[in-house]
């Protein structure tokens, strides 16, 4: 697929993302092409872009994943930074950006579609809690004799509460 973005050819094939160069600085390539965009990894595993040259030329900053998600969805604002337009890698895997691994979310589903296990150990009983946290408040879930059943009452209660 391919697209402009920024003033700039862009297209992603065999998952990768390309820009159609036909200038080097202010100079004319013999032979124009296609040539691949790595960017710039960031400490998360995301990786920045800057799109339409130096940003001191009106370049502008992309997250790879939100580039990838515009080629194939144009009719998507990819300038809508608000929070109810975050973009979620499904796997929780920052550089799995195949198109089937994302999605359009709001920050709290987003937010919601972690790693984090819902469990812990609770000293003063001897025994695991299990928590979640629903439209900003902590719900309390229980306490279980093993972890295995805090983690599931963890996931069902996941499944009820935070499901798309």
Not at 25 to 41: D, Q, S
Not at 95 to 107: C, D, G, K, M
Not at 141 to 151: V, Y
Request: with cysteine.
């Amino acid at each position: 697929m391919e697209c402009e973005l920024n003033g700039s050819r862009i297209k992603y094939e065999d998952d990768k993302l390309w820009l159609w160069r036909e200038k080097r600085g202010k100079h004319k390539l013999k032979v124009p092409r296609w040539v691949e965009m790595k960017g710039k990894a960031a400490p998360d595993g995301r990786v920045d872009l800057c799109i339409g040259g130096r940003t001191t030329n009106g370049g502008r900053h992309f997250k790879y994943h939100r580039v990838v998600y515009f080629i194939n969805n144009p009719e998507w604002n990819i300038h809508n930074s608000s929070t109810d337009n975050s973009i979620d890698h499904i796997d929780r895997n920052p550089s799995n950006n195949n198109i089937e691994n994302l999605r359009v979310a709001t920050h709290k589903q987003n937010m919601r579609n972690s790693n984090s296990k819902g469990c812990s150990f609770h000293k003063a009983s001897g025994k695991w809690r299990a928590r979640i946290t629903v439209d900003s408040k902590e719900k309390y879930l229980g306490l279980f004799e093993n972890e295995d059943d805090a983690r599931n009452a963890y996931l069902i209660a996941k499944e009820k509460y935070h499901s798309f």
